[in-house]
């Protein structure tokens, strides 16, 4: 078998996830005919303050990316030279360049083999007396184990960044995502849970000081003069202030459509989780009695916002791989599943930044041996049993 295209290509691996309604389309409009300004107004502080509250966090800021929120996070962590920051290494790379872009070193920890999660067992063997940052990554919308990684980063006087890209509304014991940390990174990128017009993010902070250094940070530094002024034109339109000691202010911020837009996707989150949850529930018990595929193990008190389906193909018994599972479901069936994500040490990128030596056994084994599956939000039931049938007879096929 080789990897062309497919007579029929059934189910694609799409990029947008999440579509909008036709009211949700209809506000596009009405922003852009009749809000006072395209930037920076009432719709991006509501996203904020809804945000916040959604969450159960001090302060939350729109800006254009989570990789945005993350460069944030990092600078607000106050990392130099010599640092160190532990993380996993199996996430989308983002997780890891805003630390490392501060001069810090990254430590990789590995996963945990049945959530495929960075936890507090894993980091413990990285910890030195050099790590200032621990960055936990709710990878594929299962929220890490949280309170052993909270009681660490006490005891050791660290800071706790949540990387929340893949997992917005997923609930820990109660707590949603993103409420646990010092700093938490949102995605709202196309290919995320809801998207605010193919780019955008949020940071969420836990103190609500973090707000206000953050705030004047994120867009360069601009700020309103405070006072009366004689001419309002005097000494000049807006005052400009340093939200940190020695940081150079970015300009990260998210227009108004598009916070408009995530303001009503907020909304429809918790449906939107639940429907997925039931999407990835149906199809992981069509193949529940095929031991070859292993899905994220869900503790107990975790609730998953599946951001994706993915899990581990072992056929090993009938000597077929991962990729001969890939390639039969591709060119007999049609559906498209892909390979994320690369350990960041075996990337050019990273092997460039000299950390190309580095091996993590969990992390190794998990992405030679992963796929995931197509998913996105309102798949319709035809391609669910199909996907579920499909999956279910090639595990099968292979076996003989
Ligand atoms: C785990 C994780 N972190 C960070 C990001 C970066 O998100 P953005 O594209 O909004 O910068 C992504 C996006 O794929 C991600 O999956």
Same mark, same amino acid.
């Given at each position: 078998?080789?990897?062309?295209?497919?007579?029929?290509?059934?189910?694609?691996?799409?990029?947008?996830?999440?579509?909008?309604?036709?009211?949700?389309?209809?506000?596009?409009?009405?922003?852009?005919?009749?809000?006072?300004?395209?930037?920076?107004?009432?719709?991006?502080?509501?996203?904020?303050?809804?945000?916040?509250?959604?969450?159960?966090?001090? =302060?939350?800021?729109?800006?254009?990316?989570?990789?945005?929120?993350?460069?944030?996070?990092?600078?607000?962590?106050?990392?130099?030279?010599?640092?160190?920051?532990?993380?996993?290494?199996?996430?989308?790379?983002?997780?890891?360049?805003?630390?490392?872009?501060?001069?810090?070193?990254?430590?990789?920890? =590995?996963?945990?083999?049945?959530?495929?999660?960075?936890?507090?067992?894993?980091?413990?063997?990285?910890?030195?007396?050099?790590?200032?940052?621990?960055?936990?990554?709710?990878?594929?919308?299962?929220?890490? =184990?949280?309170?052993?990684?909270?009681?660490?980063?006490?005891?050791?006087?660290?800071?706790?960044?949540?990387?929340?890209?893949?997992?917005?509304?997923?609930?820990?014991?109660?707590?949603?995502?993103?409420?646990?940390?010092?700093?938490?990174?949102?995605?709202?990128?196309?290919?995320?849970?809801?998207?605010?017009?193919?780019?955008?993010?949020?940071?969420?902070?836990?103190?609500?000081?973090?707000?206000?250094?953050?705030?004047?940070?994120?867009?360069?530094?601009?700020?309103?003069?405070?006072?009366?002024?004689?001419?309002?034109?005097?000494?000049?339109?807006?005052?400009?202030?340093?939200?940190?000691?020695?940081?150079?202010?970015?300009?990260?911020?998210?227009?108004?459509?598009?916070?408009?837009?995530?303001?009503?996707?907020?909304?429809?989150?918790?449906?939107?989780?639940?429907?997925?949850?039931?999407?990835?529930?149906?199809?992981?018990?069509?193949?529940?009695?095929?031991?070859?595929?292993?899905?994220?193990?869900?503790?107990?008190?975790?609730?998953?916002?599946?951001?994706?389906?993915?899990?581990?193909?072992?056929?090993?018994?009938?000597?077929?791989?991962?990729?001969?599972?890939?390639?039969?479901?591709?060119?007999?069936?049609?559906?498209?599943?892909?390979?994320?994500?690369?350990?960041?040490?075996?990337?050019?990128?990273?092997?460039?930044?000299?950390?190309?030596?580095?091996?993590?056994?969990?992390?190794?084994?998990?992405? =030679?041996?992963?796929?995931?599956?197509?998913?996105?939000?309102?798949?319709?039931?035809?391609?669910?049993?199909?996907?579920?049938?499909?999956?279910?007879?090639?595990?099968?096929?292979?076996?003989?």
């Amino acid at each position: 078998m080789n990897s062309t295209i497919p007579q029929r290509l059934r189910v694609d691996f799409p990029a947008v996830q999440t579509r909008l309604n036709k009211e949700e389309e209809a506000l596009l409009v009405e922003i852009i005919r009749h809000s006072p300004t395209w930037s920076q107004g009432e719709q991006m502080e509501a996203f904020e303050r809804e945000f916040s509250q959604y969450v159960g966090c001090s =302060d939350s800021l729109a800006v254009s990316s989570c990789t945005a929120a993350l460069e944030m996070a990092a600078t607000l962590c106050g990392l130099s030279q010599g640092d160190e920051v532990i993380l996993p290494a199996h996430t989308f790379v983002s997780s890891a360049v805003p630390f490392a872009r501060t001069g810090a070193q990254l430590i990789f920890a =590995d996963i945990d083999p049945s959530t495929r999660l960075i936890s507090a067992e894993l980091i413990k063997p990285c910890l030195s007396k050099k790590t200032k940052v621990l960055v936990v990554v709710h990878l594929y919308g299962l929220p890490v =184990d949280m309170n052993p990684i909270l009681r660490l980063a006490e005891e050791y006087g660290l800071k706790v960044v949540e990387d929340v890209a893949q997992a917005p509304g997923a609930i820990y014991h109660g707590q949603k995502t993103g409420s646990m940390g010092d700093y938490a990174a949102f995605s709202f990128h196309n290919q995320k849970n809801i998207s605010t017009l193919g780019e955008g993010g949020m940071l969420a902070v836990r103190n609500a000081s973090d707000g206000d250094r953050a705030r004047k940070l994120r867009w360069m530094g601009s700020w309103p003069f405070t006072g009366n002024r004689k001419h309002y034109w005097q000494p000049a339109m807006s005052d400009l202030v340093s939200g940190m000691k020695g940081v150079w202010p970015f300009n990260f911020c998210l227009s108004e459509v598009q916070c408009a837009v995530g303001r009503k996707l907020l909304q429809r989150l918790d449906a939107i989780n639940e429907e997925r949850r039931a999407q990835a529930a149906f199809i992981r018990q069509a193949v529940a009695d095929i031991p070859e595929l292993s899905f994220q193990y869900v503790p107990k008190g975790h609730v998953h916002a599946y951001h994706l389906l993915v899990a581990q193909y072992d056929g090993s018994k009938s000597n077929c791989t991962r990729d001969d599972l890939i390639n039969l479901l591709f060119q007999e069936y049609g559906i498209k599943c892909i390979v994320q994500y690369w350990p960041l040490y075996r990337s050019e990128l990273f092997q460039s930044f000299g950390y190309g030596k580095i091996r993590l056994t969990n992390t190794d084994h998990f992405f =030679d041996n992963m796929i995931s599956f197509p998913f996105w939000s309102g798949m319709p039931k035809e391609t669910l049993n199909y996907m579920a049938k499909s999956i279910r007879s090639a595990l099968i096929q292979l076996r003989s």
